[in-house]
């Protein structure tokens, strides 16, 4: 007998499955933890990001191939797992091993073997930044992205998942109206996607009494979890160039950010940029062979997506046909945008009060930031002047912008 059989240790008891799952989550978090040996540049670097908290940020400190296209006829709900593609890790620049990736409409979110993850959309890559794990309840959130993409660990024996209020797996957003879904996939980790600020999921245990995480989106570091950049597949990091704003209007329609209630995206290899009026702050017209959609933004950020006319607006008069208008010009802009008819080379709208404003043109459309005058009204569009010539300067028409 040695002395250290003499010695009182207590006896062993196996730890609960619960606790070992949290402290083998715990331990993987420490091992992905990057080495101290970051030099001045890198921190630099992250400082900078991280002032830009949520907001995409364009990157030109390396020259990105142009992505793959990232489309698919997948439906708005769609969660599967595949093999993660070489495609996937060059677009990702990232050195970790991966488990697989999930496919969802618009985006590919490639997960690494010790949590790590990456989302690949149209015209954007997303990496996850090192955080702690958020244990809540008997559930783990491992990463959430700043548009409400929640990705974390399921409690052991979980055999399905669901929203609490509906009993489905999938549902729409009372307010934005873009799906809302679940998924528990193969390994324990699941997906929650919703734009609303808090979602409670019930953990369904074969036999056992249900378990449910409540998910309060303003309690999580979703903008301190990831590091986005453009990845334009312009291959040019320019947020401002017309062929980019584009990209990240499609970006948006295709993974429903923004929650905009729109139709079925379509390859977004077929649109092209027409014109634009307003800068940083405007309307950017985009078309494809059927369709034309308008891009708002608001100080060069994304605010508004719309596609088609919008059946509200009255029947416009002259050689012109009003189909977009921004809301409540909160700035004393507005922001106006549509079609006009062959030979029109010259359009001027005025505002009641306002000095003449030139219209952009291009390919028989148009686009045009209007100064109104007001703040936080509505500007009745039959108070909108006009006066439409041909190329050569002959009148083709002068009267009020809807009859």
Not at 15 to 35: G, H, T, Y
Not at 202 to 224: C, H, I, S, T, Y
Not at 376 to 390: H, K, N, Q, S, W
Request: aromatic share 6%; net charge negative; glycine share 10%.
């Amino acid at each position: 007998m040695s002395d250290h059989d003499l010695l009182p240790v207590a006896p062993h008891r196996a730890l609960p499955d619960d606790v070992r799952e949290r402290m083998r989550d715990r331990i993987a978090f420490e091992r992905r933890k990057p080495p101290a040996r970051r030099g001045p540049l890198a921190v630099a670097a992250a400082v900078v990001l991280l002032a830009a908290g949520g907001v995409v940020v364009a990157q030109s400190a390396r020259n990105d191939a142009v992505p793959a296209a990232g489309w698919s006829t997948v439906p708005a709900d769609h969660v599967s797992t595949e093999p993660t593609t070489a495609e996937d890790l060059r677009r990702c620049g990232v050195d970790w091993e991966p488990d697989y990736t999930i496919v969802m409409r618009g985006r590919r979110v490639v997960v690494g073997q010790v949590d790590d993850f990456c989302e690949l959309t149209y015209a954007s890559v997303r990496t996850s930044r090192k955080r702690d794990i958020v244990v809540i309840g008997e559930g783990v959130v491992l990463w959430q992205t700043p548009d409400g993409l929640t990705v974390g660990k399921a409690p052991k024996g979980t055999t399905s998942m669901e929203f609490v209020e509906s009993g489905q797996t999938t549902m729409r957003d009372a307010l934005s109206g873009s799906p809302a879904f679940t998924a528990l996939l193969p390994d324990r980790r699941f997906v929650v996607r919703s734009t609303r600020t808090v979602d409670e999921v019930l953990f369904d245990f074969d036999g056992w009494q249900p378990k449910v995480m409540r998910l309060v989106k303003a309690d999580l570091p979703a903008d301190e979890w990831s590091t986005t950049r453009w990845a334009f597949p312009s291959g040019t990091a320019d947020p401002e160039a017309p062929e980019n704003r584009m990209a990240a209007c499609l970006d948006y329609w295709l993974t429903g950010g923004m929650g905009f209630g729109l139709p079925e995206p379509s390859d977004p290899t077929g649109w092209r940029p027409v014109v634009r009026a307003g800068d940083p702050s405007g309307v950017q017209v985009i078309r494809d062979d059927e369709r034309t959609a308008y891009c708002e933004f608001r100080d060069g950020r994304l605010a508004d997506v719309r596609v088609g006319r919008d059946s509200k607006l009255g029947r416009s008069a002259g050689p012109l046909d009003v189909q977009y208008r921004s809301g409540v010009p909160a700035d004393g802009r507005l922001l106006l945008a549509g079609s006009v008819r062959n030979g029109v080379g010259k359009l001027v709208f005025t505002a009641p009060g306002g000095a003449p404003t030139e219209v952009a043109l291009a390919d028989g459309w148009f686009a045009v930031s209007l100064a109104t005058g007001r703040v936080d009204d509505v500007l009745a569009l039959e108070d909108v002047a006009v006066r439409a010539e041909t190329v050569d300067g002959k009148l083709l028409y002068t009267g009020r912008l809807v009859g």
